[in-house]
């Protein structure tokens, strides 16, 4: 396959932070491992087949395309569609036992139906709304809810759930607060209305961490399974009262591609497109075949940094569609070919994704999900 790029996947750090995780949540709560946005980037058929060898057996997705691609390499595995699912795609999921999500009344009454149809039963999630107001049953919906559950046993209640507005960050501790309090009340309702779920879920990664007691059955960690944080907060939370204060995850994901050509600038001259750099000495730069196509962020133009020859050196002018431009001038002996680490290590040095300068914790999520598929994936270790 002909690339200008590669990603690499580290089975042996997937296993350290799917072994760090489980420890943290204990054996009574149950780890989904949530694989949307293309596994933040990292590929979900790669990704999901790593996470099978490291013991794994349960995904979040968010979508039916991304369930079908989980599927594929896991026949046997609990899949959980949170989100988007079209009607059309209901008679897939229920014949391939996907569970999903159920926030309106719509949907739960074209499934209940097709179900007795297929004389199958669909695994449902109910998700309540508690305020975070983006999916989730409001109250009237609940009880008309109810209404078709009790009239159907065309289903397996898999779970009872919601999600949080914002866990990473101590400014939205009120809300969540609340958000907490309204589950466990419409929780209690349910119970008394004899609507009982096998699980009880609530928790993405930075819950998780911060509010312990939103855990309840299943957790659904993404960010922390590739080796991030949801936010610097939650890695300070994680940290502070530890002597040892280095991070216990680690990154899965390395990005690499190649010098594809060097050349000397004089003093003076303009650099790339535009004049957002000048060369201020005589200068040596390489131009490296990856650019904003390949998910490499215009935003970076003269920010970004990546590492060559065991040096870390800048990104000068801007971004490229297809490439960008690096300076050499403190190792000249750098050369067409000579291995470019944009994400992950070389010798010493490491280059993770937040050090990208000025910007923010959730380039992390975005920068991640942004590198294309069409980039060939390798697992290491
Ligand atoms: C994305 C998502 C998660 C996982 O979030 P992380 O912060 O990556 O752990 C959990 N639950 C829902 C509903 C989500 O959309």
Redesign the pocket.
Known sequence: MFHTSYIELDQSALNHNFNYLKKIVGKSTKIST?I?GNAYGHGISDFVTMMLKAGQSHF?V?SADEAQICREVAPNAEIMV?GMLDNHEIEWAIKNEIQFYIFEIDRLNYTLELAQKLNKRAMLHLELETGMNRTGLRKSEVKEAIKLLKQSNRYILKGICT?FAGAESIGNYVRIQEQIKSFKKQRKQLEQQGIVAELYHSA???ATLTYPQTRMDMV?????SYGFW?STETFIHCVKEKTDKTDPLKRILSWKSKVMSTKTVETGEFIGYGTTFMARENMKIATVPVGYSHGYSRSLSNQGRVLVNGERVSVIGIVNMNMIVIEITDIPETKKGDEVVLIGNQGENILSVSSFSELSDQLNYELLTRLPHSIPRIIIN
């Open positions: 949530v949307k979040s968010f949170m999600h993405s990664s930075a659904r960690i993404g960010i922390l949801p």
